[in-house]
């Protein structure tokens, strides 16, 4: 064979050879910029949310964080937390106690503490709720329900601020503890256990008013709530 045909041949050999590598990283680009686009519109739907909550449009920056939920990679617990905090700052608590299970789970340990106040401060906020309507054997019982969430945390001790701000939060359900369950047994006292406007009666209202999710919530297990589990791109706590 001449040369010049063992040219051709090493050649051919050559482009086969750069034909088959992109073939086998064709796959790797596609999934590198699948990844790349992905994670483009997650900053962007961030960006937008953020400044959807910064503004006061609190519905919209929940309803964009709900969409983020399944398309976040990186750090997937911040749509969960951002839209608890945008569903309460809608004082819509349950939803809020809600993400705010949901983000501790997904949180990584070093952000467990910051998710575990605002899971504690949404019980205590129901809480403060039902205290204001009367209804204070369901106070007592979201109380205790954040009471369990601030207990299951032992990484979160001061100096840390998380941690200065669990510490706080305990102090302050302990006293509201002792305060509705005095107010429960005044107004026990003086209507008598199954009189009108007696605590039992307070309960079955809620009932029948549809708040009977939230009575649920406070009575089913509080413990394993609290023990069911400042980074970037969190909004901040709006209580």
Sequence with gaps: M???????????????RRLKYLLWSLPV???????????IGVTVGNTIALDAFDSG???????????????????PYVPWFNRGDASAAQEKYT???????RALELAPKEQKCTV???LALGWEKLGDAYAAGGFFQGAVLLYQAAEAVIAAGPECTPPDQSGEQLQQ?????????????????????QDGDDGPGSQQEQLDQLGEKGQAGEQEKATGDAADRGESSDGSGLTEKPW
Excluded: M, P
Aim: charged share 40%.
């Design 2 to 16: 001449s040369g010049y045909g063992e040219n051709q041949l090493a050649t051919r050999r050559r482009r086969r």
């Design 169 to 189: 939060a305990d102090e302050r359900v302990k006293e509201k503890i002792e305060e509705a369950q005095r107010q429960k047994d005044a107004t026990d006292a």
């Design 116 to 118: 575990r106040v605002n």
């Design 29 to 39: 680009v596609v999934a590198l910029l699948y990844v790349a686009f992905r994670l």
């Design 95 to 101: 939803d809020a106690i809600d993400d705010f299970e």
């Design 57 to 75: 449009r609190y519905e919209s920056s929940a309803e964009k964080w709900r969409s983020l939920q399944d398309e976040t990679v990186v750090e």
